[in-house]
């Protein structure tokens, strides 16, 4: 696009970002939002706990939806990582403890590289865990870990370490029974695709493989069906569609133009000096 200012000439480049478009939200407003909205989803996934027999018969539908569209079935990634009791260890600390770190640690690098970024991120992560959230409490769902007919391990229950309690019915801690959708898929994919889009590195497609190891963790743990990462990614796509995309950043050695102010218009007298 061209632009005229006076005294410069013509000058081509990329259109200015309007003023107050890329800086930081404030840090304590975003720190208290992103914690009450931690709460208020880690309390609303508490509201959906004491529906087991509806979680059980919603598992037994998803486990046979997946046999008749014949997706391969959760034990072969689960073989995989039961032939060594390091590697299984392995899957289930990242399960525990790669999750939320993970997330966060993508959050703060773009608020404080990429404020664009990083205010579409939260957007998109926030549209995603209600969503998530409405599903978990209108469609409780038992992993296939607890599930009998899918003849699985619970990895976590017997090698270590697990993050939930032995009784499912009694765990106060955490809803075992909010399998769909998984929100470890969900967030690990938006990590992806958001750092992908906030750098320029030729490199940066293999943020991918962390959405990737997140989808063999889950599904080689028992702890998601296939299908739960497949509606992970529906609602992160229609979330996508609504919330605006930030302009990516320019290249490292794009040449820019430096904002200023638009001249006042001129109107000197015709054939006066100039």
Not at 31 to 60: I, W
Not at 159 to 186: C, I, K
Not at 232 to 238: M, N, R
């Amino acid at each position: 696009m061209a632009t005229r200012i006076r005294g410069t000439g013509w000058i081509r480049g990329p259109r200015p970002a309007p003023d107050g478009e890329d800086r930081r939200p404030p840090l304590l407003r975003e720190l208290l939002l992103v914690t009450g909205l931690f709460l208020v989803y880690k309390f609303g996934r508490l509201l959906a706990n004491g529906h087991e027999t509806r979680a059980f018969g919603n598992a037994e539908r998803v486990w046979d939806l997946e046999r008749a569209l014949h997706l391969p079935g959760e034990g072969t990634v689960q073989q995989l990582l039961l032939h060594g009791e390091a590697l299984i260890r392995t899957a289930n600390t990242y399960y525990a403890a790669v999750h939320f770190p993970a997330t966060i640690a993508f959050l703060a690098w773009l608020y404080w590289r990429r404020p664009a970024h990083y205010v579409w991120s939260r957007r998109v992560l926030a549209l995603v865990t209600g969503a998530a959230l409405a599903l978990h409490i209108l469609v409780p769902l038992a992993p296939p870990r607890l599930l009998a007919p899918a003849g699985l391990v619970d990895t976590a229950r017997v090698y270590g370490p697990s993050v939930y309690g032995a009784v499912p019915e009694t765990d106060s801690m955490a809803n075992q029974f909010a399998a769909m959708p998984s929100l470890h898929f969900g967030w690990a994919l938006m990590v992806a695709i958001g750092l992908i889009a906030a750098t320029r590195s030729p490199l940066r497609g293999l943020w991918l493989l962390h959405p990737v190891l997140t989808l063999l963790v889950i599904v080689g743990t028992a702890n998601h069906y296939w299908l739960d990462a497949l509606a992970a990614a529906v609602l992160l796509g229609l979330a996508l569609l609504v919330v605006p995309a930030p302009v990516p950043p320019a290249p490292a050695g794009t040449p820019t133009v430096p904002r200023q102010r638009p001249a006042a218009a001129d109107t000197a007298p015709a054939g006066a000096p100039r």
